[in-house]
Nanobody, 121 residues
Framework: QVQLVESGGGLVQAGGSLRLSCAASGRLASIIVMGWYRQAPGSQSELVAV???????NYADSAKGRFTISRDNAKNTVYLQMNSLKPEDTAVYYCMCSGRLIDGRNSGTNWGQGTQVTVSS
């Protein structure tokens, strides 16, 4: 019903920057929340940042001041600008979205395939 395609991951040195992108497509009528989670090896998945259709954003403490989430509603695309990257930011980053399908049903939470971010020291 819903597909999420991520891009922008890669290898960067500590202190560097990366920009992740995620485009949603499919039978979506509206997106209520869109954002990013990450999972490092041996760790649980954790929220990085999300943005709501109201304009409200929510960041993990570890992301505040370094990461910026933004959204292009016309393109159903969410971005994560990551600056001052640290080795502890190394993880697979997953895009997510939730909203309404064109038939009125809740879309549930949909996930992308993940993109690897590796920060070297």
């Amino acid at each position: 019903q819903v597909q999420l395609v991520e891009s922008g991951g890669g290898l960067v040195q500590a202190g560097g920057s990366l920009r992740l992108s995620c485009a949603a497509s499919g039978r979506l009528a509206s997106i209520i929340v869109m954002g990013w989670y990450r999972q490092a090896p041996g760790s649980q998945s954790e929220l990085v940042a999300v943005t709501f259709s109201t304009g409200i954003t929510n960041y993990a403490d570890s992301a505040k001041g370094r990461f910026t989430i933004s959204r292009d509603n016309a393109k159903n695309t969410v971005y994560l600008q990551m600056n001052s990257l640290k080795p502890e930011d190394t993880a697979v980053y997953y895009c997510m979205c939730s909203g309404r399908l064109i038939d009125g049903r809740n879309s549930g939470t949909n996930w992308g395939q993940g993109t690897q971010v590796t920060v070297s020291s």
